[in-house]
């Protein structure tokens, strides 16, 4: 069965600091993997998606992901946070042709202006 | 509608009581999702329709829990004798066909809380 370990539950940081969030999963086949976002008060929304190709994705609001095949990670990066992104963060997975999309527990971020 | 619409936001009952959860999917979304998220979880895979059909439904918990789409468009998750470990927020989401199984349009969900 596929898993998601998210390792931090909440971070805090200052507007302007550089962020990642570490996401590992466990599968044996391929994979597509995701982050969703929910802001306060919002429903989940999709940041960004890794199908194929590059491993290293960008998505909305200057987030990108990095996919490390050999440490089966996916983490969450943006060099530098503002208030706004202060959210929710769930990275999931699914394999290849799976309808079912495996989250993680989430990592609440908090940005202090 | 312009997004996934659940009714009701929020739902208090009793154990051992039915319950039904709506969800309007987003016009011409022929995939539909039911998710469940406990507090302090992410949200657990629960059913999957495409069209009017369950194509995979083994994330239900158990027999108290059903869900129909019977026109391929409005789903309705239904719940028996409710327990209080059913409480949570239930999540819908829809894509447009079942190439975009991950890139799912969520609702803002239903809390159910059974006391």
């Known amino acids: 069965a596929q898993s998601v370990s998210q390792h931090n539950h909440h971070v805090i940081l200052s507007e302007a600091a550089s962020l990642e969030l570490g996401c590992n999963y466990s599968y044996g086949g391929t994979v597509n993997l995701f982050w969703y976002v929910q802001y306060p008060g919002q429903h989940l929304q999709l940041l960004l998606k890794y199908f194929s190709g590059d491993p290293l994705v960008k998505g909305i609001k200057g987030f990108e992901a990095e996919f490390i095949k050999s440490k089966f990670s996916f983490n969450l990066r943006k060099p530098s946070v503002q208030w706004s992104d202060t959210a929710e963060y769930f990275c999931a997975v699914n394999g290849a042709g799976s309808y079912q999309l495996t989250f993680g527990k989430g990592t609440k971020l908090s940005v202090i202006p | ?115």
């Open chain 2, 1 to 115: 509608g312009a997004g996934v619409s659940q009714t009701p936001s929020n739902k208090v009952t009793e154990k051992g009581k039915y319950v039904e959860l709506r969800c309007d999917p987003i016009s011409g979304h022929t995939a539909l999702y039911w998710y469940r998220q406990s507090l302090g979880q992410g949200p657990e895979f629960l059913i999957y329709f495409q069209g009017t059909g369950a194509a995979d439904d083994s994330g239900l918990p158990n027999d108290r829990f059903f869900a129909v789409r019977p026109e391929g468009s409005v789903s309705t998750l239904k719940i028996q004798r409710t327990e209080r470990g059913d409480s949570a927020v239930y999540l819908c989401a829809s894509s447009r066909d079942i190439s975009n199984t991950g890139e799912l349009f969520f609702g803002e969900g239903s809390r159910l809380t059974v006391l």
